[in-house]
């Protein structure tokens, strides 16, 4: 198995700091991207504590096979896809607890987070918000996370229309969190790979700022995943950069 990756990370246009954050694990072939809240210094700090929290969970059960986990094994899953669910349930409860006891300028501060987990022939993808996971196949997009958003639920409950969607007007309420409360529920999906697929991991940043089509026709056209990730956050900027925006790009060869 063959990945090669990028990523690349901006303030934007608007905003004065960064609260996005990403780690690219390739030891593991764990690639993430988390997007902070929670206002000044806050959303920075949540961000940094879960990629962190994540890949040193990662580290530990890599090196030791009886290392004990936090959490115990869920039943009915597979160990890849446990590990990622407990990494993020840990990063969840620190962050929590570290909230708790910090300074008012960082009391609930949270953070979405992406993740994809490479194995022997599929990708395990983890996820947090309303920061996004798509997948490029044989030139098409398709978006393989789902919003946790008030938009997204209103979307599925409503026959909206594209006009609606669009002057919606509480767009950035999210409705999970990593680290606002004790325990969170994340989601975790299995695709099996083939040869040349491409995941991009991003935050709102970019799937709030650039359509769809236009994220695939950048990915597409690009010369390699690094100019990709550079034409997407410019294409993002171009459209308003109203905030961070970061990018994540790991395509599997055979």
């Keep these: 198995m063959k990945i090669v990756a990028t990523a690349l990370t901006d303030v934007g246009r608007k905003r004065d700091h960064n609260e996005d954050n990403f780690y690219m694990f390739y ?5 993430m991207v988390a997007d902070g809240m929670g206002g000044h210094e806050a959303g920075e700090v949540a961000s940094k504590m879960a990629v962190d929290c994540i890949q040193d969970f990662f580290v530990r ?9 936090p959490y115990k094994m869920f039943k009915d899953k597979k160990y890849d896809e446990n590990r990622l669910m407990v990494a993020i349930l840990e990063a969840n409860k620190k962050i929590f607890n570290a909230s708790q006891k910090t300074t008012k300028k960082k009391s609930g501060m949270g953070t979405t ?15 947090v918000g309303d920061s996004r996971i798509y997948r490029v196949r044989k030139g098409k997009l398709e978006q393989v996370s789902e919003d946790h958003s008030l938009l997204n639920e209103m979307i599925k409950k409503n026959d909206m229309s594209p006009e609606e969607i669009e002057n919606f007007p509480h767009k950035n309420v999210i409705l999970r969190a990593v680290g606002l409360k004790p325990y969170v529920e994340v989601d975790v999906k299995y695709f099996p790979l083939e040869d040349g697929d491409i995941y991009l991991l991003c935050s709102d940043g970019l799937s709030g700022e650039v359509p769809d089509n236009d994220i695939r026709r950048i ?9 990709a990730a550079k034409n997407l956050i410019q294409e993002a900027n171009k459209n308003g950069g109203k905030d961070n925006v970061t990018v994540a790009l790991i395509q599997y060869f055979k």
């Excluded at 990915?219 to 100019?227: A, H």
């Design 27 to 31: 030891e593991e072939n764990l690639f």
């Design 219 to 227: 990915v597409v056209e690009s010369n390699s995943l690094e100019e």
């Design 61 to 69: 059960t890599g090196r030791d096979p009886e290392a004990t986990w």
């Design 113 to 127: 987070i992406t993740a994809t987990l490479f194995v022997e022939g599929g990708v395990y993808i983890g996820w």
